[in-house]
């Protein structure tokens, strides 16, 4: 199962204005410790933390 992990950031060149982005992670552990990490190291500038959606993954299968 994929986990999203949706935030807000702030880009440093316009300074007050929020966007809105996600990342993909394979486990909840390894989402929630991203998510934990960069709040914690400042890495992303203004990160706030929407939401971690569970995503089902979709297999696609071809006839051989």
Known sequence: MDFFVKYYYM???TGDMLYQD???FDS???ALRW???T???KAIYG???I???P???IEVRYPS
């Open 47 to 49: 990160f706030r933390l």
């Open 11 to 13: 880009r440093r060149t």
């Open 22 to 24: 996600r990342r993909r």
């Open 51 to 53: 939401d971690i959606i």
């Open 28 to 30: 909840f552990g390894k």
């Open 55 to 57: 995503q089902g993954k």
């Open 35 to 37: 998510a934990m990490e």
């Open 39 to 41: 709040k914690a190291s």
